[in-house]
């Protein structure tokens, strides 16, 4: 399975980003699907997954201001962000898990999303 992110830039705060990730391969074989990010000098951490039933989580820091959301007929992923802050900054991630856990076995090479002030 291939991941590919796209959609990250600059934008001003108060902005909106939508990113994407495309999926191929044996993508058919992926459960969950999610992003997680890492801001400069921080360690990687999630933001939200969604199952192939369209299931979502969200960690409490994406609540209110990320939606996740998946077109399984597209091999896609999403990660829509509104009301972007300059903590927002970081690079985005989108990941996969065959399994019905959350231990994402592949990864795409990343989006960088800065936020200005």
């Known amino acids: 399975v291939q991941l590919q992110a796209s959609g990250g830039g600059l934008v001003q705060a108060g902005g909106s980003l939508t990113l994407s990730c495309a999926a191929s391969?044996?993508?058919?074989?992926?459960?969950?699907m999610g992003w997680h990010r890492q801001a400069p000098g921080n360690k990687r951490e999630l933001v939200a997954t969604?199952?192939?039933?369209?299931?979502?989580t969200y960690v409490d820091s994406a609540k209110g201001r990320f939606t996740i959301s998946r077109d399984n007929a597209k091999k896609m992923v999403y990660l829509q962000i509104h009301s972007l802050k300059p903590e927002d900054t970081a690079v985005y991630y989108c990941?996969?898990?065959?399994?019905?856990?959350?231990?994402?076995?592949?990864w795409g090479q990343g989006t960088l999303v800065t936020v200005s002030s």
């Open positions: 990941a996969a898990d065959p399994r019905y856990t959350w231990s994402p076995r592949y």
């Open positions: 969604i199952t192939s039933g369209g299931s979502t």
């Open positions: 391969g044996d993508s058919f074989s992926i459960k969950v």
